[in-house]
């Protein structure tokens, strides 16, 4: 199994709402990241976690806060989004080694309204 | 830090014509170097990446690409362009002091039937 599993595929959520985004892997790495990706941009790093530890937090607003039930699993719980916060959500995973790549799900689609 | 630049946002070429996508680094150590493919609306894809050892480093869908420490340079190639390879085009550079991938602005390739 080579795959990042993300879902869901696509979410539509009010400003109030509190929605939760997922993200799943069992290819045993030890490194899982959650990016943002506007249109026609490259990926912006949100949160990285190494062994289910949250090694760096990027200046993201707290309306995203980020949660590694365990080593195969990543959310990301929303809350108070902004309609500025609508774009592709990308999980990835990594061995914990220098020289191999992120593995990416196919993404969640946000809208924020 | 490591970066990667990518010249040109948006490039066109002929079905059947040479593909050259271009992707400088900046490290002062030998860099972890990779190509994605994003298609839209979809994760990102690996299509090829330099580690150590061959400099010419071949990949999925014919494309290939050729790690220059001369020039910091991993160009991305494909001598004869398909229709299926109008995507979006990303470098990335894995950091060798933690588990950061850093990404190019990207370059939007678009075939002419």
């Known amino acids: 199994d080579t795959e990042v599993t993300q879902t869901p595929k696509h979410l539509v959520m009010g400003m109030t709402n509190k929605k939760s985004l997922k993200c799943e892997q069992h290819m045993g790495h030890r490194a899982m990241y959650w990016y943002k990706q506007k249109a026609k941009k490259p990926p912006e790093l949100m949160f990285v976690?190494?062994?289910?530890?949250?090694?760096i937090n990027e200046s993201v607003p707290s309306r995203f806060s980020p949660e590694c039930p365990n080593s195969s699993l990543l959310n990301l719980h929303l809350h108070a989004l902004q309609p500025e916060d609508s774009a592709l959500y990308l999980c990835a995973s990594s061995p914990w080694t220098e020289n191999t790549e992120a593995f990416f799900g196919q993404g969640t689609r946000l809208t924020v309204v | 830090a490591q970066s990667v630049t990518q010249l040109g946002s948006h490039v066109s070429v002929s079905e059947g014509a040479l593909v050259l996508l271009r992707c400088n680094y900046s490290?002062?150590?030998?860099?972890?170097l990779f190509w994605y493919v994003q298609y839209p609306n979809q994760g990102l894809q690996l299509l090829l990446k330099?580690?150590?050892?061959?400099?010419l480093v071949k990949g999925i869908n014919g494309f290939e690409a050729e790690f220059k420490k001369s020039e910091t340079s991993f160009h991305l190639t494909k001598p004869s362009a398909h229709m299926s390879d109008a995507a979006e085009y990303f470098c990335a550079v894995r950091s060798n002091t933690g588990n950061q991938f850093y990404f190019g602005t990207g370059t939007s390739l678009t075939v002419i039937p």
């Open positions: 490290s002062s150590v030998p860099p972890y």
């Open positions: 976690y190494s062994y289910e530890k949250l090694s």
């Open positions: 330099y580690t150590t050892g061959a400099t």
